[in-house]
């Protein structure tokens, strides 16, 4: 057999086992709640050749191949466990199960490595939770995609409304077809069929009803029978305390604010400062896209090397606070041309840092120059640390981080040499470490992190949201750290 032959049996041999994962991957998300991983990476949804390239892409934070020849075995095991509600990552098992000498078979340690997620201590499914998006626009329709992705079996977060403002002529269908179609972020992964009688959009089977309001105060949700609900605030018309409370009307519970809180309104980076959430406390912000890419990498970088000091500047894409061609806007810079100009304007991440990483107050300072791109920045990164190390430690350091611990949500790895903005575009992460720009010379590190301002960040707001609505599961194998 020539070596093409061989290649293209290899193919199609892998082909036939990723075709065998897709229907036991979405059993075990609709019938048992379970999100199956790979490198937290969800498989869920995926096609064949999807399921083959997240394997593949295994290579550049691993540091070695990954088939599916060798998670298929653990994705059996997983169907004869009792499991609840969890993540689980096949990724993980199969690269820990390669260490371990305990003699086990596959279905032993698979067993042993999700027990927390059966029999007596897995989690009951809970009823489904209520959210509603008050606001419709970059953001907002992002949202709505990963909520109607993540509805699964039911039993978690649900889409129930969209609060807008009534827009002239055929308000609904033309909501609909941007919610449909992106030209950043392609086509929406399903079906939705438009009911103009009943103001509803039902999206992948999902009834989602559009309420017309000039004014959070007047609307009364649980005359559409929402209760209970988290509301996320996607306008970011309202930031501090008062303004915010005006949603806290019937059927809301809680508000979440896809912006940077002022006063006493916490900011909160997923994978870093959930935890301190208040089980009392009704509004919550989610912080900037930035702050989300510079904080998760600064508490890796402060745990292990200590920071004394350091300067993030953005390079950031456009967004449609700015201006097609040369305008008014109340911004210095802003209201020259976004797609015809660089423009130099501030960014409120670095001052933001201190309320997620008290330790570092004051320590970081920023900058920011707004590009002609419509989607995926990069932070520049230049840190003074408390010791001395090298490259090549920061850098084992971070991927070891991004694959193994509780930050691997937030944190991606990447060793390719020739990657670029548009590569990023729809990444799940806070922000992607760029290994091959990164610097590092004794005590003074400078790291170039990539993010989807647009979509990373809106996967960090849905884990606020899932996280204070009680609907966050755990993940096995449990992260180290």
């Not at 033309?174 to 999206?203: M, P, W």
């Not at 090298?390 to 971070?398: F, I, P, Q, Y």
Request: glycine share 8%; proline share 4%; hydrophobic share 40%.
């Amino acid at each position: 057999m020539t070596v093409n032959e061989d290649s293209f049996t290899n193919w199609k041999t892998r082909e036939e086992i990723a075709e065998s994962m897709i229907p036991v991957i979405g059993r075990l998300q609709r019938q048992r709640d379970v999100t199956v991983l790979l490198h937290s990476r969800s498989l869920v949804n995926k096609s064949v050749v999807g399921i083959l390239k997240t394997h593949r892409f295994a290579r550049q934070i691993a540091g070695e191949e990954l088939s599916v020849t060798e998670t298929m075995p653990f994705l059996q095991a997983l169907t004869t466990l009792d499991l609840g509600p969890s993540q689980i990552d096949i990724g993980m098992l199969a690269e820990t199960y390669k260490s371990d000498d305990r003699g086990l078979s596959v279905a032993e340690f698979t067993a042993r490595a999700v027990e927390g997620a059966t029999g007596e201590r897995k989690i009951e499914r809970a009823a489904p939770r209520d959210v509603v998006l008050y606001g419709f626009g970059r953001i907002g329709r992002l949202l709505a995609r990963l909520l109607i992705e993540k509805a699964g079996s039911g039993n978690g977060l649900r889409l129930r409304a969209v609060v807008v403002r009534k827009a002239a002529g055929q308000d609904l269908v033309k909501r609909a077809s941007l919610l449909r179609r992106d030209s950043v972020h392609g086509q929406f992964q399903g079906t939705i069929i438009v009911d103009e009688e009943n103001d509803t959009l039902i999206a992948n089977g999902n009834a989602v009803r559009f309420i017309y309001s000039d004014d959070p105060a007047t609307v009364d949700y649980t005359a559409y029978g929402i209760n209970d609900a988290i509301l996320v605030d996607n306008t970011g018309r309202w930031r501090d305390r008062a303004g915010l409370s005006q949603h806290l009307r019937p059927g809301v519970a809680k508000v979440v604010l896809t912006a940077p809180g002022k006063g006493d309104v916490p900011n909160i980076v997923h994978g870093v400062n959930h935890g301190t959430i208040k089980p009392d406390e009704r509004i919550i912000s989610c912080a900037s896209c930035t702050t989300n890419a510079i904080v998760p990498p600064l508490k890796a970088m402060a745990d292990e090397f200590g920071v004394e000091s350091g300067h993030v500047e953005t390079v950031h894409s456009f967004t449609n606070d700015q201006n097609l061609l040369d305008n008014y806007h109340k911004s210095d810079r802003r209201g020259r041309s976004a797609p015809l100009n660089m423009v130099l304007t501030e960014t409120g991440a670095a001052s933001a840092v201190a309320k997620a990483l008290p330790d570092l107050e004051a320590k970081i300072s920023g900058s920011s120059i707004r590009v002609p791109v419509p989607d995926v920045s990069i932070a520049i990164l230049n840190l003074r640390l408390s010791r001395g190390t090298s490259r090549e430690e920061v850098l084992t350091h971070l991927r070891e981080v991004s694959l193994t611990s509780p930050l691997r949500r937030q944190i991606d790895f990447t060793t390719s040499a020739d990657a670029v903005s548009s590569d990023f575009v729809g990444s799940r992460h806070a922000s992607i470490v760029d290994a091959g720009a990164t610097k590092v010379d004794g005590d003074n590190a400078i790291l170039y992190l990539w993010y989807d301002n647009e979509f990373g960040y809106s996967c960090q707001v849905v884990r606020v949201v899932q996280h204070v609505s009680g609907v966050e599961y755990p993940t096995f194998p449990a992260p180290l750290g």
